[in-house]
């Protein structure tokens, strides 16, 4: 199995990024896709999820939305009104169990290797 991102790099603050996340080796549409982010010294975050629907940490709703598309087995994050404190390593992640909320990273199975996104101030 094997997810790559992509789309990462540095935005001024109040800026967009769309992130993306290509899978491969895996039935796609029986897993649930994640977006988590990591700084230094700090524990992995969960970020948002989608099975059918997404759902989003409080930090980052109303200014992120995840998609899939199944037949290209991807998953995106539009992020929009970045801030700086949306610095980060932003790791995707695969679940086999679809429960609709799972925000713990000891529920994924399938890990990215990070890209990373900076918002300057």
């Known amino acids: 199995v094997q997810l790559v991102e992509s789309g990462g790099g540095l935005v001024q603050t109040g800026g967009s990024l769309r992130l993306s996340c290509a899978a491969s080796?895996?039935?796609?549409?029986?897993?649930?896709m994640a977006w988590f982010r990591q700084v230094p010294g700090k524990e992995r975050e969960f970020v948002a999820r989608?099975?059918?629907?997404?759902i989003y940490a409080d930090s980052v709703k109303d200014r992120f939305t995840i998609s899939r598309d199944t037949a290209k087995n991807t998953v995106s994050l539009q992020m929009n009104s970045l801030k700086p404190e949306d610095t980060a390593v932003y790791y995707c992640?695969?679940?086999?169990?679809?429960?609709?909320?799972?925000?713990?990273?000891?529920?994924?199975?399938?890990w990215g290797q990070g890209t990373q996104v900076t918002v300057s101030s």
């Open positions: 992640a695969a679940d086999p169990n679809l429960t609709t909320d799972r925000r713990g990273a000891y529920s994924y199975v399938y």
């Open positions: 080796g895996l039935t796609f549409s029986r897993y649930a």
């Open positions: 989608i099975t059918y629907l997404g």
